[in-house]
């Protein structure tokens, strides 16, 4: 499967707005899959999103664990998906336990701080949501939209926390090319 099969089915199944055909297709795809520039692991990250979309968060979350069992690239650790949906499913205990484990591994990608930012900001726990968006903005090095999604998103919790303004949410005022220039740091 490459990209470009990919978009031509996301943008069929749009158009028909039907979450839950599109999420079958997409572990049709995965089921089958024998190469391409898309791994097995991103289509059953996509299907699980797609399971989300269509209210079957059950189904979502096993998927979410098919792309980790598989192993492959899925760009987001397939494990934010998995905690968010456990939120969902009002499983919180659960949840926590798998952000604990992502907390505890090696593998920290800007757009799995992001995920697991926005989904502890979603369940109210803007402390922790706080750090993780913190830790990821210091983690884009020149990705520049992960960092201003990054930014935004740290914003936001900071403005619900009642904090002041710092040298991080400047940075929203600053150039883009400004933002890449920056080094990154532990969080403080």
């Excluded at 090095?141 to 900071?158: F, P």
Aim: proline letters at 3%.
């Amino acid at each position: 499967m490459t990209h470009e099969d990919l978009d031509q089915l996301l943008e069929k199944a749009l158009l028909l707005d039907d979450h839950g055909a599109l999420a079958k297709q997409l572990v049709g795809l995965a089921e089958a899959y024998e190469s391409g520039d898309i791994s097995r692991a991103a289509i059953f990250v996509l299907a699980a999103e797609e399971w989300r979309q269509a209210g079957q968060p059950a189904r979502a979350l096993e998927l979410f664990q098919r792309a980790l069992e598989d192993g492959g690239e899925a760009g987001t650790d397939p494990r934010a998906g998995i905690a968010d949906t456990l939120f969902e499913l009002d499983r919180p205990d659960e949840a926590r336990e798998v952000i604990s484990e992502i907390a505890a591994g090696e593998r920290r990608d800007p757009s799995t701080m992001l995920y697991v930012a926005e989904t502890l900001m979603a369940y109210g726990d803007l402390e922790a949501a706080h750090s993780w968006a913190t830790e990821g903005v210091w983690l884009c090095g020149g990705d520049e939209d992960m960092r201003e999604a990054l930014l935004r998103t740290r914003y936001r919790i900071r403005v619900d926390l009642g904090l002041p303004e710092d040298d991080l949410d400047a940075l929203l005022d600053t150039e883009p090319s400004k933002l890449s220039n920056r080094g990154g740091g532990a969080l403080g």
